[in-house]
């Protein structure tokens, strides 16, 4: 059974902190992707990895850094949480291109910023 | 520049009713498409796919069809049922950058008992 794990479920965290959200797959996926979630704008992509060590900019990068130094593994970073950014973050991977577009979700991480 | 686009935020049908949901895309080079649902607090799953060679694709419950010419797919839930209540998310993979996922904004349905 494929899985992807988030660190936490539900997080608050206060303006200027510093934020590491975690998430690891199974499967043995080239892809790995950030996702924030928010009412009426649907799934926006923050950043993804095709590759250890590889990353891209989604389309709102801003705020964010991320790092995958192992294939299994990548971290989402806010370097200094605004209250903006509270969202529910999801992680995602997929083995990408060919027939297989399908990405698989982590549970997601509910970030609250005060 | 939203390339996949779910015109309607909610939906609301009785159970036992078809639900249909909608999706418009303006990209003529999306040649697959994928529709996930996502309930409150649970990360989104796959519900069911249609590549472009194909104008219908059934999977139980659920039914896709994809009218190229219109860029225009939707998905067919016959019956509905309150476990149906969910947000439904349309998705097409970027032409040029394999792997990516192009998402609309979903459609929220409630089905009513």
């Given at each position: 059974d494929?899985?992807v ?16 959200l ?14 924030r979630?928010?009412?009426g704008?649907?799934?926006r992509?923050?950043?993804?990895s095709y ?8 389309d709102?990068p801003?705020?964010?850094s991320?790092s ?5 593994r990548?971290s ?8 903006n950014?509270?969202s529910?973050?999801l992680?995602a ?17 509910r970030?609250?910023?005060? | 520049?939203q390339?996949?686009?779910?015109n ?6 009785q159970?036992g009713?078809?639900s249909?949901l ?15 649902k996502k309930?409150p ?10 590549s ?9 419950r ?11 797919l ?5 019956p509905?049922?309150?476990g ?11 032409y ?6 192009i998402?609309?904004?979903g459609?929220e349905?409630s089905?009513?008992p």
């Open positions: 494929v899985k794990t988030q660190s936490s479920r539900y997080l608050v965290k206060r303006t200027g902190e510093k934020v590491f975690e998430c690891v797959q199974d499967m043995d996926h080239e892809n790995m992707f950030w996702y979630q928010d009412p704008l649907g799934l992509l923050i950043y993804f590759d250890v060590k590889m990353k891209e900019k989604g709102i801003e705020g964010y991320v995958r130094e192992k294939k299994e990548f989402l970073i806010l370097e200094s949480a605004s209250t950014q509270t529910m973050y992680c991977s997929g083995a990408g291109g060919g027939s297989s577009y399908e990405q698989y979700f982590g549970p997601g991480t970030l609250t910023v005060t | 520049d390339q996949v686009k779910q309607s935020p909610s939906l609301s049908v159970e009713r078809i249909i909608n999706c418009d895309y303006t990209n003529s080079m999306f040649d697959y498409f994928l529709w996930y309930y607090a649970e990360g989104p799953t796959f519900l069911i796919s249609i472009s060679i194909k104008d219908k694709n059934e999977d139980g659920f039914t896709v069809f994809l009218n190229k010419s219109a860029k225009h939707s998905l067919h839930i016959v509905s049922q309150p149906d209540s969910a947000v439904y998310f349309c998705a097409a993979p970027s040029n950058q394999g792997g990516k996922l998402f609309g904004q459609t349905l089905v009513k």
